[in-house]
């Protein structure tokens, strides 16, 4: 499927309780960034909500470009370890969900693209790991400004857009650990060398991934907006 304006399917999150101002209703809902940022470059994007695994193919189906975006950690049982720290911050079946839209994505040859969590469950999915905590990459600043610096390799589609050194956000206490064999790491942070992204060296699948939030900063810096029109025409 590929239109002139490219249907980009954002798999969505959820709060089971939304708080005062909404009832304390359960949502389903996708951080208005990655919609607007879309919209932007010319993209239609949709809502996938979070559902029964076995649908992944139909909503694959519908979209030209699957967009994995941030949200909780990803529970260790899925890339074989014990939880090592105590946290409720999981939604096991929005991982169950999302691992079977990213295989879905890959039989059917449509293009991923990975933010934050959705850059660490691909590798996962791919059967890589994760870090379970790390410590000093959750920023204090506001969400619209940056916080350290990453080293890019040259030549990567991110070279492209951000050079080989960008400053950039940081909003996540896991990380990618063993990296799975069909990416390669394109970007690593520059203090402490976590890694900032991934991109397939399989060509059987399109995928590049993030660790920074550009669906914060689309609107305030250029290199985030471009970002996604790199995502949305070129990947």
């Known amino acids: 499927m590929t239109t002139l304006h490219p249907i980009i399917g954002v798999a969505a999150n959820e709060r089971r309780d939304a708080g005062d101002d909404m009832g304390h209703m359960a949502i389903s809902y996708n951080p208005s960034g990655y919609i607007k940022a879309v919209q932007l470059v010319g993209g239609l994007p949709i809502m ?22 941030g949200g909780q950690n990803v529970a260790p049982e899925f890339y074989g370890e014990v939880e090592t720290i105590k946290s409720n911050d999981y939604n096991r079946e929005r991982d169950a969900f999302e ?27 791919l ?19 940056t916080s350290h610096d990453v080293l890019i390799d040259k030549h990567s589609p991110l070279d492209q857009i951000y050079g080989r050194k960008a400053h950039v956000n940081s909003f996540h206490r896991q990380s990618l650990k063993q990296i799975a064999p069909q990416l390669e790491v ?16 399989d060509p059987h699948l399109r995928f590049l991934g993030v660790q920074w939030h550009p669906d914060f900063m ?18």
Not at 105 to 112: F, H, L, R, T, V
């Open 186 to 201: 394109i970007a690593k942070s520059l203090n402490d060398h976590v890694v900032e992204a991934v991109q397939s060296i």
């Open 127 to 145: 059967g890589g790991s994760l870090n379970q905590h790390i410590h000093h990459h959750w920023q204090e600043k506001p969400m619209t400004q």
């Open 218 to 235: 689309y609107n305030v810096r250029d290199e985030d907006l471009a970002f996604f029109r790199y995502a949305v025409y070129n990947l």
């Open 99 to 125: 691992i079977a839209l990213i295989n879905e994505a890959i039989k059917q040859n449509k293009p991923i693209v990975g933010v934050c969590r959705g850059m660490q469950l691909v590798n996962v999915a």
């Open 48 to 69: 996938i909500p979070i559902g029964d695994p076995m649908n992944a193919k139909r909503y694959i189906s519908m979209i030209d470009k699957l967009v994995l975006a």
